[in-house]
């Protein structure tokens, strides 16, 4: 009987074992996303004269603006970072934006929806939401301040339309979104060349799931804004969400108001954001929890996200995050 070689031709007896070189460790699964990410900060810096990072005060925003920390620590975050604030954001996370921008040493700038209002330059829409209203104020924010990056925290396990993506995506000088017109990115090499009045959106946690995000937040010590955790607040169940009772989402006639424990898994717009029913109050029992849902967090608690089977990529198009 002959023995059969593998395809390099060697005899598979007389082959070396790969090892590790003496003292390196290889890198946990973790790390590695936090070096992907690093790596994606640094190159951006690097090659594009104006970058600036979107900070709501969300975790996953929380989480890239520790990366960028590391990423150039000593030295101070070389971009800004911009919020676009509906006039509907939770009071708890806009403190802590503000909060964790001070921490941070980051400059931040607000782009402002109800001032667009105001000003006539948008309208309220009938059904009260304001985050597809975010989009005219981002793209002037970008226009403004001539930014060639915009880092966002998406990532590819939060909905359809967000794992079409690539880590850099194209915007047109309409600050539009052409998900047929993505460029490879082979062995993590990422082209950044655009023309005069377009952009680029840079998406450093999109490799990330949920609950790589809150096993990082437990591993670094991450602050959160409380409402991340379980706590009690007056609600009412509405199409299968629980919603909170607040100033933009007052009870209706025929809601059933409850007084339950809940948390926030996305921290949008209060006119858009249901909470889940939780009695998780550490990070610990948040990973428990996210590694017991079989419910994407914006499938689960995002209002705007069921306008329509495309609504998540129709706004993408238009220019939203």
């Not at 104006?50 to 925003?61: E, I, N, R, T, Y």
């Not at 993590?188 to 995000?213: A, K, M």
């Not at 025929?254 to 949008?268: I, K, L, M, P």
């Amino acid at each position: 009987m002959t023995q059969t070689q593998n395809p390099t031709g060697t005899n598979p007896s007389t082959e070396v074992p790969r090892r590790t070189p003496l003292g390196v460790q290889p890198l946990t699964e973790l790390q590695a996303l936090e070096s992907e990410s690093i790596h994606i900060f640094r190159e951006v810096a690097a090659t594009f004269r104006a970058p600036v990072m979107l900070f709501s005060g969300g975790k996953d925003s929380v989480v890239m603006l520790h990366l960028a920390a590391k990423a150039f620590w000593p030295a101070p975050i070389p971009f800004s970072l911009l919020h676009v604030d509906t006039g509907h954001n939770f009071p708890e996370v806009l403190q802590y934006r503000d909060e964790a921008t001070t921490f941070y040493g980051a400059s931040l700038r607000v782009a402002s929806v109800q001032d667009y209002i105001d000003d006539g330059r948008l309208r309220e829409r009938p059904d009260g939401q304001r985050n597809p209203l975010q989009t005219v104020p981002l793209l002037d924010a970008i226009t403004s301040g001539k930014h060639d990056a915009v880092f966002g925290g998406g990532r590819r396990d939060e909905e359809r339309a967000r794992a079409k993506e690539r880590v850099y995506s194209m915007r047109d000088e309409f600050g539009q979104w052409e998900p047929r017109n993505q460029r490879p990115e082979l062995w993590s090499l990422y082209n950044g060349r655009h023309l005069p009045g377009e952009h680029v959106r840079v998406f450093p946690l999109s490799n990330w799931t949920e609950l790589d995000v809150w096993d990082y937040i437990e591993a670094e010590g991450i602050a959160l804004p409380s409402i991340y955790y379980a706590h009690e607040r007056e609600v009412v169940e509405r199409d299968g969400m629980w919603i909170a009772l607040t100033p933009v989402t007052p009870a209706r006639d025929g809601d059933a108001v409850e007084r339950r424990s809940v948390r926030y898994r996305t921290v949008g717009d209060m006119s858009c954001t249901a909470a889940v029913l939780s009695e998780a109050t550490t990070v610990a029992d948040v990973i428990t929890e996210v590694g017991l849902s079989q419910l994407t967090e914006r499938g689960a608690t995002r209002a705007d996200d069921r306008m329509s089977e495309a609504a998540m990529e129709d706004r993408k198009r238009e220019g939203y995050f």
